[in-house]
């Protein structure tokens, strides 16, 4: 028997798939390893206790660029032994407002997809991290008018997805994720019984990588653009089969 599944939300992650972001992140590590690196030249090594800072620091800190900032100083602590590093400090200061000030580049077709399904579903934002610094990404991409709703999360969990859907009254069996991330879109909106729509990015953060496994609610595409094609499937039934 074919149904038809008649989408209402598109609930949709920033950064990196509505707009660039973890380019900007690598290019303040590789600036941070050419830093430090007359004192610290395994850049491995270096990496790997950025991320171990990371993973320490997060969970009492956030995400964010302003708490990256704050690893990057920390990780500087423990390869640099002497008193003399305020000229370090200053030049890590430089990265992160370098950071903070990258451009907003828009992944290729949002605008015109987003145009595309905005008369014909709710569309909301759903993002984490610094509030301040995200809705500033926000203003400043010019996708605000876009959604209905916009609301950014200090984690995006399965606790998180519900609280979503029960405050803004979404129809969970009809309404799907759209996003990059396996660990905080793809994962918890399956596990909140949401469709979940995964848009690969090549540059996904290490730490939002996980292994997905193929699920009944979840459709896979290479690219933004063809979002309305893949909903197009599952409402005219081809795409959804029992």
């Known amino acids: 028997m ?7 939300a598109l609930i949709f992650d920033a950064d990196d798939t509505l707009w660039e972001n973890n380019i900007y ?7 941070f ?13 270096v990496h790997r206790v950025l991320g171990q800072v990371e993973r320490e620091l997060i969970p009492q800190r956030g995400y964010g660029s ?12 423990r390869f640099y032994s002497s008193n003399d590093g305020q000229s370090y400090f200053r030049a890590i200061e430089q990265i992160g407002e370098r950071l903070l000030q990258h451009p907003i580049e828009l992944l ?5 997809t987003l145009e595309r399904l905005r008369p014909h579903h709710r569309l909301v934002l ?14 400043r991409s010019g996708l605000r008018p ?34 990059n991330s ?34 009944e609610r979840l459709l896979v595409t290479q690219s933004f653009s063809d979002l309305p094609a893949v909903l197009s499937r599952l409402q005219t039934g081809s795409g959804f089969q029992s």
């Not at 993002?127 to 995200?134: A, F, I, N, S």
Request: aromatic letters at 10%.
């Open 108 to 112: 290729p077709g949002v605008v015109s």
């Open 33 to 45: 390893l050419e830093l430090v690196a007359p004192f610290a030249a395994d850049h491995r090594e």
């Open 182 to 215: 396996p660990r905080s879109d793809v994962l918890p909106a399956l596990a909140a019984g949401l469709w979940a729509v995964f848009i690969p990015h090549p540059h996904t953060w290490d730490m939002e990588e996980e292994e997905v496994e193929p699920h």
């Open 66 to 77: 302003r708490n990256f900032l704050d690893s990057l100083h920390e990780t500087f602590r």
């Open 146 to 179: 876009f959604f209905e709703r916009v609301e950014v999360a200090e984690e995006k969990d399965a606790a998180a997805y519900e609280q979503l859907i029960g405050r803004h009254g979404i129809r969970r069996e009809c309404s799907a994720m759209v996003g």
């Open 2 to 8: 074919t149904r038809y599944l008649i989408v209402d």
């Open 25 to 31: 992140f690598k290019k303040a590590i590789e600036e």
């Open 126 to 139: 759903f993002t984490k991290g610094d509030r301040e610094e995200q809705c500033g990404k926000l203003d």
